[in-house]
């Protein structure tokens, strides 16, 4: 980083020559195609094979038995991998389809699995780093100088893991990486210069596996990301699945398809799907038995209107979350190879109104706004990205209940403070644990880290104040610091990612926040009444057990009972009974607490310490 | 602790606000704090940057959102938030409401809870135009409670949508 630190003004154009010099690439690292960019003054293009002048580069890495290095981009035997970007930042466990590889739990983390290519093990971040390397030679080939530094795009809706396992690609391929940014944001950044564009625009982003939707208002320079969201597993690996299905039902046959027959058969699909403007015809040849295909534009619709339905819902709920309504964009920007489909684009006109913009190439934009990113934070810009975080970031409360503190969608950068308090008497240490995600419990949301605060004064519960400040900067780093505010004890830590969490999970996070929203809703309230029923049973308690001599015979009995009883109520998951019986409870004691509450003022008046006839 | 958002963006003291005018300024403002714009410069800077550029986002989200706003007018004033609602009868009237969106949540009771929040905001408003901030405390004390039942409801009916959808897609599948 020191080579870059120039003193520059901000905002001042830079010598037109100088990031042909400096080596800062932008690339769009896609499932199924990876691209390399970089700014030729001041106009950013795809650096292409200095060879076969090839711009995409196919994000296929053969191994072979014999050759230590890999092949990368196009299939030639020994062991191939696809669409790798689906299981990068993923664990064994998280996969859904089966694999036409040998994949086995690895020993770096639950996040981390192994392929074998032959005899050797691969991680998807091996393989991941190949294709970056690939396009680090590709750019160094064609700039001639040596390129360290990179933007890379990622889908807005990848998690902790999936970025972090990018990051580490791009380390083990020898890249710094400036930022990864949003594919969506990227792809808007490009548009909006290329054309000079004001207003409201939306982004579509169907890539090979997953889908992307953001919405920007560009003004002037600026390029304010208003909302994002997003399914990081449904891409058009899923329109080719849904397709195979379909026809391995139309065979009508009873066979079983070896995972590398399945793959062979996707990539038969895929390539038909893709030249679906010239053939809706198919002949498919598998273990000798040939079938013929059709897929005429009502039968696609057929196919894959469900698999368009579920990014369009997701699309209404996100212009819902920022008051807008289709009608307000002004143009919608599509991205990725899978939106070239007639009846997606049909769709697409349906709901706003108005037919999408295609006069950028789908492939190609991303990769193009990733390079004016990386020289806007090597060498300034007159533009500026304001980007906002895809997820909620909050803090586990007593019963897993998680409280948000930064909430989706929010711009960065962003410090927030809230206050909390201590949950017990004589409490002096506090466990914190900051999660991310938009459900209302921790265990469905996904771990970020553990930190404890210490040295918090003894008190009784709830008189201890401490503030906890979140602070996210424009990386995405997240910074969580608590302060006890009477001594001013202070526990800060920069949130690395606790890997672990079930992406099963993840991955319809916003979606099963949709579904789930009531059914979490009720489990929490039910957790408040019963945090505050035992909250009063705990005060209670206390109280009898310091004030034996105020709890006159006939009470004793009526009391005990009492607090036997509500003990049951709490362990029943019935709120309303809780509630009403808590209230019960508090009538049957009021006396008995009333006096111990006379004696406790007394004896402060008296001049002895509180502390002294601590309830605990 | 970070400015009151009506200084840093220096417009004047009213519940009504001139929301292009404040996107021109937070515009103008990120344009000349964003970090991403010291991130070349030096390290210090873009420190500083940062805590700037996060206290303008805060003032921008608090002056676009109708009840963060009347806070920090409020505290522009010297005036705390630290009152309780003086109305009994209010606080009846929003269990009750709280109740009949729980037990039967309709377009037309929503709609009616978006009246109600429409007329306390005009309390506020026109409190703060007579600078009677002891009424505008109040008015936005109830605003709070009006604007969570809006939301309560606008979440329960959307809910209620998806699940129809939801219901409709398992069908045609079938």
Not at chain 1, 18 to 34: E, F, H, K, P
Not at chain 1, 148 to 159: E, H, L
Not at chain 1, 335 to 350: A, P, Q, Y
Request: with cysteine; glycine share 6%; aromatic share 6%.
């Amino acid at each position: 980083m020191s080579e870059l630190l120039q003193l520059v003004e901000p905002g001042t154009t830079r010598d037109p020559h100088a990031d042909a010099q400096s080596g800062v690439v932008g690339i769009d690292l896609g499932t199924t195609n990876s691209l390399v960019a970089t700014l030729i003054e001041g106009t950013p293009q795809i650096i292409p094979d200095l060879d076969t002048g090839a711009r995409l580069l196919p994000s296929v890495v053969s191994y072979l038995e014999d050759q230590d290095a890999p092949i990368v981009g196009k299939e030639v035997g020994g062991t191939t991998f696809r669409s790798i970007k689906r299981l990068i930042g993923k664990g064994l466990d998280d996969i859904e389809h089966s694999l036409p590889w040998e994949a086995s739990a690895s020993q770096e983390g639950p996040d981390v699995i192994y392929l074998q290519a032959g005899s050797k093990t691969k991680t998807p971040i091996e393989i991941s780093a190949d294709i970056l390397k690939m396009l680090k030679k590709r750019a160094e080939a064609w700039l001639k100088h040596p390129v360290k530094q990179a933007v890379i795009t990622v889908p807005a809706y990848f998690d902790e893991a999936a970025r972090m396992a990018t990051k580490q690609a791009a380390h083990l391929a020898g890249l710094n990486v400036l930022r990864l940014i949003n594919e969506p944001t990227a792809a808007a950044y490009a548009y909006g210069l290329d054309k000079n564009v004001e207003g409201v625009y939306a982004v579509y982003d169907l890539g090979g596996g997953t889908f992307d939707f953001s919405v920007l208002k560009l003004s002037k320079g600026i390029f304010q990301v208003l909302a994002t969201s997003g399914n990081r597993d449904l891409g058009g690996d899923d329109f080719d699945r849904a397709l195979a299905d379909m026809f391995l039902k139309e065979r009508n046959r009873d066979e079983k398809l070896s995972p590398s027959q399945y793959a062979d058969m996707l990539h038969a699909v895929r390539s038909f799907k893709e030249n679906l403007g010239q053939t809706v015809d198919l002949r498919l040849e598998i273990n000798g038995v040939v079938s013929q295909h059709t897929l005429p534009p009502a039968k696609q619709k057929q196919v894959w209107s469900g698999l368009i339905n579920d990014t369009l819902t997701l699309v209404k709920a996100t212009l819902d979350d920022i008051f807008l309504s289709p009608s307000d964009v002004k143009g919608i920007i599509l991205v990725g190879g899978s939106t070239r489909f007639d009846i997606l684009r049909k769709e697409i006109e349906s709901l706003f109104g108005r037919p999408p913009l295609t006069d950028l190439n789908p492939d190609e934009t991303v990769a193009l706004g990733a390079a004016l990113q990386a020289e806007s934070l090597t060498h300034g810009s007159e533009h500026l990205l304001l980007d906002v975080t895809p997820l909620s970031l909050g803090l586990e409360m007593m019963g897993g209940v998680v409280e948000k503190i930064i909430h989706r969608n929010t711009p960065l950068p962003v410090s927030k403070t809230q206050e909390f308090t201590t949950y017990q008497n004589n409490q002096t240490g506090m466990q914190l644990h900051v999660v991310q995600g938009e459900r209302e419990f921790s265990k469905d949301c996904r771990s970020l880290g553990h930190f404890e605060l210490t040295g918090i004064p003894p008190g009784v519960a709830g008189s201890a104040r401490i503030q906890v400040t979140y602070s996210l900067d424009a990386d995405g780093l997240l910074t969580v610091e608590a302060m006890e505010t009477q001594t001013k004890t202070r526990q800060h830590i920069h949130i690395k990612p606790t890997y672990g969490l079930d992406d099963k999970k993840i991955r319809h996070l916003i979606e099963d926040s949709l579904i789930h929203g009531q059914d979490d809703m009720k489990t929490r309230l039910l957790e408040s009444a019963r945090l505050d029923g035992k909250r009063v049973l705990q005060g209670l308690e206390n109280l009898i057990k310091n004030n034996p001599d105020l709890l006159q015979d006939a009470d004793s009995e009526k009391i005990h009972e009492a607090v036997k009883q509500f003990k049951d109520i709490l362990q029943q998951s019935n709120r309303d009974l809780i509630i009403a019986e808590q209230k019960k409870l508090e009538k049957t004691c009021h006396a008995f607490v009333e006096s111990c509450m006379n004696i406790r003022v007394q004896q402060a008046l008296d001049g002895r310490n509180i502390e002294n006839y601590k309830e605990s | 602790m970070s400015k009151n958002p009506y200084m840093l963006f220096q417009i004047p003291l009213t519940y009504d606000v001139d929301k292009q005018q404040i996107e021109r300024t937070y515009f103008r403002l990120q344009k000349e704090f964003h970090p991403d714009r010291y991130r070349h410069v030096s390290s210090l800077e873009h420190e500083a940057a940062k805590v700037q550029s996060g206290h303008i986002n805060t003032a921008f989200r608090i002056l676009n959102d109708p009840i963060d706003r009347a806070k920090s007018l409020l505290e522009a004033h010297q005036e705390t938030m630290d009152d309780a609602i003086e109305d009994p009868d209010f606080l009846m009237d929003i269990m009750e409401l709280q109740e009949t969106l729980e037990a039967q949540p309709s377009v037309s009771f929503y709609e009616s809870l978006v009246e109600r929040r429409q007329k306390i905001e005009e309390t506020l408003r026109t409190a703060f135009l007579n600078k009677d901030l002891k009424t505008a405390k109040q008015a936005l004390l109830k605003l709070k409670y009006l604007d969570n039942l809006v939301k309560d409801g606008k979440k329960k009916l959307s809910l209620e949508g998806d699940a129809k959808e939801i219901q409709k897609d398992l069908s045609t599948s079938q």
